[in-house]
Nanobody, 119 residues
Framework: QVQLVESGGGLVQAGGSLRLSCAAS????????MGWYRQAPGKQRELVAS???????NYAGSVKGRFTISRDSAQNTVYLQMNSLKPEDTGGYYC?????????????WGQGTQVTVSS
């Protein structure tokens, strides 16, 4: 089993910054993809950013240029640097990891960390 633990959420004013961290532990093998999703109240969970390997990165259009995802494979940790935060960035932020073993892909989720951006 794999455990993901997020940290770094909180309350910040619009225009401010936060840095989220997600540390993976447990039976980590071929964890090729890590990413961040968010879910606002009453809305579906959506992809914020993902990273495959060390450098193949994808961002949601709404965060491009403001958020940066990075990964420390040696520490099994993924980060999300969030700058120029807006009230619409408010929501629960969830870390997701994917590993593939013998052709089967497994998804793992963290418990989430709350980000609240005040106007």
């Amino acid at each position: 089993q794999v455990q993901l633990v997020e940290s770094g959420g909180g309350l910040v004013q619009a225009g401010g910054s936060l840095r989220l961290s997600c540390a993976a532990s447990g039976s980590i093998f071929n964890m090729h993809t890590m990413g961040w999703y968010r879910q606002a109240p009453g809305k579906q969970r959506e992809l914020v950013a993902s990273i495959i390997g060390e450098s193949s990165i994808n961002y949601a259009g709404s965060v491009k240029g403001r958020f940066t995802i990075s990964r420390d494979s040696a520490q099994n940790t993924v980060y999300l640097q969030m700058n120029s935060l807006k009230p619409e960035d408010t929501g629960g932020y969830y870390c997701k990891a994917q590993s593939t073993v013998w052709g089967i892909t497994y998804d793992y989720w963290g418990q989430g960390t709350q980000v609240t951006v005040s106007s």
